[in-house]
């Protein structure tokens, strides 16, 4: 259980376009999604918090305009990289939250590779 | 906010040897501390975790050691196999903000 599946897993597009990248918890329901990025050889670093039938909160420095973020179902939340730059090439993570006997466990998606052009 | 800070940022041990990783954090409202397992290109994997009201967890060849006190806690691996070999991330995060701060990552590497 607690499976996490993340599309695409690779993706090359050129700078100016938008990229879209869902995120989905496929054997149970999740309220909140988290989304990460991650550079090489660093840390993963949360970009924003995504919870259902609301608003994402952003972490500071990063712009709502440009990563907008939608969870419009308790098993489905969306990332779109918007007019992507090569600055925007990253490891993109989705993580879903699976609470269970009052206990919250993260679960991570397996990652988007987005290379901007 | 939470900061956690991870020591050492590379171990290299002989297979069988035992390793140690340790994180500190800052905020005294962190009560979740898992630990995950990231290989090169992969999604991080939850290894073990400990949470506020026990201080020590251990599953097999993994331990997890909690001290609030002085806000700190360690992954310990014994008998390690050249399977072990990735990069491990500690991370912290509280009731009231669920997202996890990730400590900088360890690159273990087990020689055989």
């Known amino acids: 259980g607690a499976v996490v599946s993340q599309h695409p897993s690779r993706v090359i597009c050129k700078s100016g376009t938008s990229v879209k990248i869902e995120c989905r918890s496929l054997d149970f329901q999740a309220t909140t999604m988290f989304w990460y990025r991650q550079f090489p050889k660093q840390s993963l670093m949360l970009m924003a918090t995504?919870?259902?039938?609301?608003?994402?909160?952003?972490e500071q420095g990063v712009e709502k305009d440009k990563f907008l973020i939608n969870h419009a179902s308790l098993t489905l939340s969306t990332l779109t990289v918007t007019s992507a730059h090569p600055e925007d090439s990253s490891f993109y993570i989705c993580?879903?939250?699976?609470?269970?006997?009052?206990?919250?466990?993260?679960?991570f998606g397996p990652g988007t590779r987005l290379t901007v052009l | 906010g939470e900061n956690v800070e991870q020591h050492p940022s590379t171990l290299s041990v002989q297979e069988g040897d035992s390793a140690v990783i340790k994180c500190t954090y800052s905020?005294?409202?962190?009560?979740?501390f898992p630990w995950y397992k990231q290989e090169l290109g992969k999604r991080p994997q939850l290894i073990i975790d400990?949470?506020?009201?026990?201080g020590e967890k251990k599953d097999q060849r993994i331990a997890v050691t909690l001290n609030k006190t002085a806000k700190h806690f360690s992954l310990h691996i014994t008998e390690t196999q050249p399977e072990d070999s990735a990069v491990y991330f500690c991370?912290?995060?509280?009731?009231?903000?669920?997202?996890?701060?990730f400590g900088s990552g360890t690159r273990l590497q087990v020689q055989p």
């Open positions: 993580s879903a939250s699976l609470q269970r006997g009052g206990r919250d466990t993260q679960y």
């Open positions: 905020d005294s409202a962190s009560n979740y």
């Open positions: 995504s919870n259902e039938g609301s608003k994402a909160t952003y």
């Open positions: 991370a912290a995060s509280h009731t009231g903000r669920r997202a996890l701060t």
């Open positions: 400990i949470r506020s009201n026990v």
